[in-house]
């Protein structure tokens, strides 16, 4: 079967809107369903202190409990999931998604924003975490949402599409 007729599920967090941009980009083009992971308790400040309590969260491997969803990635192909980067590492709720599913034997993809330090250990670690599953693919953007919002949507246009 080709991977364009593959059920495709777009799992994401986001704090700001730049991961949620580029998730509803993928849902767009490749025709995905969308999973917006939301923690009951969230970082509640947009000031300087988001970097205090969110970082905390992160390098002590908080895993947030989420709002409950309606979708199941057991029914799906493949996964997209997609973080903001927070401490070079992937956000509170991915990790509390990834260990409350038992994900396996899916196709994976992965995509995050930064803010110009790169991934990070977002990638590897989640690699790592999924190792059960085959990942196919990964991209990064720096803030799109600020740095060129058609650019960002083109390069994720092109690499959908070469993807599937
Ligand atoms: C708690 C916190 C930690 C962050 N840590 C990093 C970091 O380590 N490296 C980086 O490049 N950007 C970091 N950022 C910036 C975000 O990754 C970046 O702005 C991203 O585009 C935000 O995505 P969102 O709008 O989907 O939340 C951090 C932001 C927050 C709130």
Redesign the pocket.
Known sequence: MQSRDLKKLIIFY???????FIAEGIKDIAGADLLELKPKKDVNTKGFM??VW??TQVIMGKKPELESFDKNPDNYDILFIGT?????RYAPAINSFIHKESIKGKKIVLFC?????GN?KAFSTLKEQLKDNDVIGSIEFQ?PLKNGKDEAAARLEKWVKEIL
């Open positions: 986001s704090f700001e809107g730049n991961t949620k988001k970097y969110g970082g903001p980067i927070w401490a070079s924003c930064h803010a110009g330090g990070g803030n």
